[in-house]
Structures are given as structure tokens and as C-alpha cells.
């Protein structure tokens, strides 16, 4: 089975410009949560999305938003780049917690670089 | 919100020898504990977890433990091989509460010595 995709892997922007990053989870995965990872905060959660809907939202500003689609892909947007946004960008899928399936599988992750 | 305390930051074991990561959470509505595996330039893997109402978990040479009452839990891997050399993240979630994202340690960088 495919696990999860990221794209694209790398992406190098400017300050003031706006970015999108793409998830596909694993085929059969409703639910998927993206975090971002930097050396100096660790891993934060920054919002999940179940059935076209976001369920949970971590604490990040309302430059970073995300949608899901019918298929379960999933993308997220940030706006107006700063450069402490540099950073990668990890997806993560899951198949229902609501049915207690709890595990997280994480993509590669996209990796940002803001100048 | 929930807090998540991981220790050493830095782990340097002799090939063979076991290796022990500690976490403590802060918010006692926590039910699930995984851990994850991260090799550079990889995202995180997924190697075992455990629920609150499951004190100890094993995986042939990983095991986990719970302790609710210290709110503490532990990543025991035996018998140390250098591809076990990564960084190492535990995490802690209140599944079902309402904020089920993943709140993560800072991690664990394990050193395999052959």
C-alpha cells in the first residue's frame, strides 16, 4: 500500500508571497493533520481535517489555512510568508479515530525556505 | 494545552546495549502515546504506541510504559543495532477531547557506537 505524498518536496519562496502544499494520505485514510517542524519549536500540530472538515485547529496565526477534498487530498495554504515560516511542512493520515483508529502515518514532508 | 517533557535530548549507547527515553505530559486527559522514529531527511515513523488503559507494550526489541498516576511514560529499545540510530519523538494526544493533535517532545537524538 502507498503511504503518504507530499508535494512538492522542496519549494524555495519570498517574503510576501503566498504557497500551497498537497497531501495525498494512504488510500483509505479519512482524516489528515498537517504539522510543522523547525529546530527551534519542534514538531506543532497545525489543524486536522476529517470529511471535507476541519475538526482540530493548533495554535497558528490565520495566515495557515488548509481544505480537504472528496478524495480525502488535502492543502494547505499559507499567506503573506514570513521568514519564520521557513520550515517542513509534514502530513500526517489516519483512518478514524472515531472507530479508534488512532495511528498517524507522516509523509516526507515539504521543506520551505522563505528569503 | 498540553505540554510534553522528553529526556535525554542526547542518547550515546554501545551497540547491544539498551537504550531508555523518558517523557512527561501535563494534562492528565491524555489517552494516547505514540512514538515516532525520524532518519534525516525522512518524515516521522510511526514504532509503537499505547493507550491510558494499557500500562506496557512490546514489539520484539521495543517496549513501552505508562505510568498515569506520575504522568510519565518510557521508550525502552533492547538489544541496540546502528540502524536504530535517529532522532526519536514521543507524543501525547487526548483522543476524543477535542484537541487531538499530536503534542510532541522536543526529541531524543540516539547515537548507536559500534
Known amino acids: 500500500k502507498a503511504g503518504v505524498t507530499q508535494t512538492p518536496r522542496y519549494l524555495i519562496k519570498t517574503r510576501g508571497q503566498q504557497v500551497t502544499l498537497s497531501c495525498s494520505p494512504i488510500?483509505?485514510?479519512?482524516?489528515v493533520s498537517w504539522y510543522q517542524q523547525t529546530p527551534g519549536q519542534g514538531l506543532q500540530f497545525l489543524f486536522e481535517?476529517?470529511?471535507?472538515?476541519?475538526?482540530n485547529k493548533g495554535n497558528f496565526p490565520g495566515r495557515f489555512s488548509g481544505r480537504q477534498f472528496s478524495n480525502s487530498r488535502s492543502e494547505m495554504n499559507v499567506s503573506t510568508l514570513e521568514l519564520g515560516d521557513s520550515a517542513l511542512y509534514l502530513c500526517?493520515?489516519?483512518?478514524?479515530?472515531?472507530?479508534?483508529?488512532?495511528?498517524?502515518?507522516f509523509g516526507p514532508g515539504t521543506r520551505l525556505t522563505v528569503t | 494545552g498540553e505540554n510534553v517533557e522528553q529526556h535525554p535530548s542526547t542518547l550515546s549507547v554501545q551497540e547491544g546495549d539498551s537504550a531508555v527515553i523518558k517523557c512527561t505530559y501535563s494534562?492528565?486527559?491524555?489517552?494516547?502515546f505514540p512514538w515516532y522514529k525520524q532518519e534525516l531527511g525522512k518524515g516521522p515513523q510511526l514504532i509503537i504506541d499505547?493507550?491510558?488503559?494499557?500500562g506496557e507494550k512490546k514489539d520484539q526489541r521495543i517496549a513501552v510504559t505508562l505510568n498515569k498516576t506520575a504522568k510519565h511514560f518510557s521508550l525502552h529499545i533492547t538489544e541496540t543495532q546502528p540502524e536504530d540510530s535517529a532522532v526519536y519523538f514521543c507524543?501525547?494526544?487526548?483522543?476524543?477531547?477535542?484537541?487531538?493533535?499530536?503534542?510532541f517532545g522536543k526529541g531524543t537524538h540516539l547515537i548507536i557506537q559500534p
Open positions: 500526517a493520515s489516519s483512518r478514524n479515530r472515531d472507530r479508534g483508529f488512532y495511528e498517524q502515518y
Open positions: 488510500s483509505g485514510h479519512r482524516s
Open positions: 481535517y476529517f470529511s471535507e472538515t476541519q475538526r
Open positions: 494534562d492528565s486527559a491524555s489517552n494516547y
Open positions: 499505547i493507550r491510558s488503559n494499557v
Open positions: 507524543a501525547a494526544s487526548n483522543i476524543g477531547g477535542g484537541a487531538d493533535g499530536l503534542t
